[in-house]
């Protein structure tokens, strides 16, 4: 039987409601600062915490829930004569149910603030009352997600309290709760510990998903709670609900494409560039980039560094693709995407920013910094010097050798990649997937160093006339020998962009 709560929130939607149901089934209630001055506004009977406590809040509130007569309320054993006996002789009256949510520390931490100022956006009274309550929860119902009102008003109306299962599940959500938001704080106070002992995950559940990577399999996203990241920022102008695969799609494809200053388009599948190009325009950049491999592109994503025209929407819609993702779109080609109802496009306008990188194994996380190096160098090894415009193709081709699944070669031309060979067990067995996809292919790259001079080999039976990789081989003179005898300028990165 619930007699008295306490309520106290930063988020007052839905508060008047619980209050005036509790008020009509004669529950005390007992309030705090914004909260109380809002209920008693509405005219809600309501008693200040320092009536209660007979102690003034101090330190610009700061202090006001942090004693004996709010805690001993709340963390008392109802079953425990002992526990009822002191709280009796202490003039300590029982909590019944503790409504509280937080000072907004996930929201202020991402705005422009000092960091005085963010700081004062720890809760520090609200988090000890409801992991108070948490513990307790047999005898106090605590609420901290809005949501759960009408649930907990509909059991009181039914049986005069709330069960089991409901209380333990709310004292889950507390704790669910509190490790986001201290690891919230954590991440923002340690922001320059690179790995710190314990790995803070802060995390908030944006959507429910279709399926995981198996139609079998069920899937959610969520997005750091400090706002940061591409990913964690889109809009979806169009078509259906997005499934696991389509998000780590996207993630691959944009942080392709924005490997580049130049306009430029990447074409993906099962999270590997299968078309990557620069063009004059975005329209000339899908163009190139769907060239490279029209048959893997079918069914997969279209990512563009600059606004999607008409001209471009039009080439776009010819082919079935799931997903477009582009910073901006021209309202001509909204409508011709919308032709399209299931393809799914995708508004990003946030470059991505993210500092590492999370894989989960069975009992485990792995963490690293993310692959943000291009090259320790550029070094010519050769006798023959590479052109200028070969200079160019290397490079742009090394920018795509970092998203391709190894092993990886990469193939390109005049600013698009005209052969891709992805993930294979070793390193010719990519080489030659790439090069006999390119027909027409200036230059080779490779994400990781030769171990013989087969590749090269293989390369120059294609009129390959460059090849850029990071070197470090034992064996590197053999494939500057053979570069030598086939007259291909080589050059080495010092960096090597294994992606598995």
Not at 98 to 109: D, G, I, R
Request: glycine residues 6%; negative net charge.
């Amino acid at each position: 039987m619930i007699k008295r709560a306490l309520i106290s929130v930063f988020n007052k939607e839905g508060i008047l409601e619980l209050a005036k149901f509790l008020i009509d089934r004669d529950v005390e209630i007992i309030s705090t600062g914004g909260t109380f001055r809002h209920l008693k506004e509405n005219g809600i009977p309501v008693t200040e915490v320092n009536e209660v406590t007979g102690f003034d809040e101090i330190l610009d509130g700061r202090v006001k829930t942090l004693h004996p007569v709010i805690h001993g309320g709340i963390l008392a054993v109802r079953e425990n004569e002992e526990h009822m006996k002191v709280i009796e002789e202490k003039n300590i009256k029982p909590i019944d149910m503790v409504v509280v949510n937080l000072y907004p520390f996930f929201e202020k931490v991402k705005e422009d603030l000092e960091f005085d100022e963010k700081i004062e956006f720890i809760d520090i009274g609200g988090p000890t009352m409801i992991r108070s309550s948490a513990k307790n929860f047999k005898d106090v119902i605590v609420l901290t997600d809005t949501k759960d009102y009408d649930n907990v008003m509909e059991q009181i109306k039914e049986n005069e309290d709330v069960d089991y299962r409901t209380r333990k599940h709310l004292a889950g959500k507390v704790f669910n709760l509190m490790a986001a938001y201290d690891g919230a704080i954590s991440s923002f106070l340690l922001e320059e510990e690179e790995y710190p002992n314990y790995l803070d995950f802060s995390y908030k559940k944006s959507m429910d998903l279709r399926y995981g990577e198996n139609s079998h399999q069920t899937a959610a996203y969520y997005t750091a709670t400090n706002g940061k990241g591409a990913i964690n920022n889109f809009e979806q102008l169009n078509g259906k609900q997005l499934s696991y695969n389509n998000i780590k799609d996207m993630d691959i494809a944009w942080k392709t494409v924005w490997e580049f200053d130049e306009i430029a388009c990447c074409g993906l599948k099962h999270n590997t560039p299968c078309g990557v190009a620069i063009g004059n325009d975005i329209r000339e950049a899908y163009i190139k980039a769907y060239s490279c491999d029209p048959i893997s592109i079918f069914g997969g994503i279209a990512a563009c560094n600059r606004k999607v025209t008409k001209e471009a929407a039009e080439e776009m819609v010819k082919i079935f693709l799931e997903i477009v993702i582009a910073p901006e779109f021209d309202d001509d080609a909204l409508e011709v995407l919308k032709t399209k109802k299931n393809l799914r496009v995708i508004k990003c306008a946030v470059k991505p920013e993210d500092e590492f990188n999370i894989a989960k194994v069975d009992g485990g996380i792995l963490v690293m910094s993310e692959d943000d190096k291009f090259a320790d160098k550029i070094e010519v090894v050769t006798e023959k010097q590479p052109t200028e415009g070969e200079m160019k193709d290397m490079i742009f081709a090394m920018k795509v050798c970092k998203y391709v699944k190894s092993n990886a070669i990469v193939v390109a031309k005049d600013g698009m990649a005209t052969g891709i060979g992805a993930g294979q067990v070793n390193r010719i067995w990519a080489a030659k997937q790439a090069l006999e996809r390119a027909k027409d292919g200036l230059v080779l790259a490779s994400d990781a160093f030769f171990p013989f001079d087969d590749v090269v080999k293989e390369a120059a039976e294609y009129g390959i006339k460059a090849i850029i990789q990071p070197g470090g081989s034992i064996r590197d003179k053999d494939s500057i020998k053979a570069c030598n005898e086939n007259g291909i300028s080589m050059v080495f990165t010092g960096i090597r962009h294994f992606k598995h």
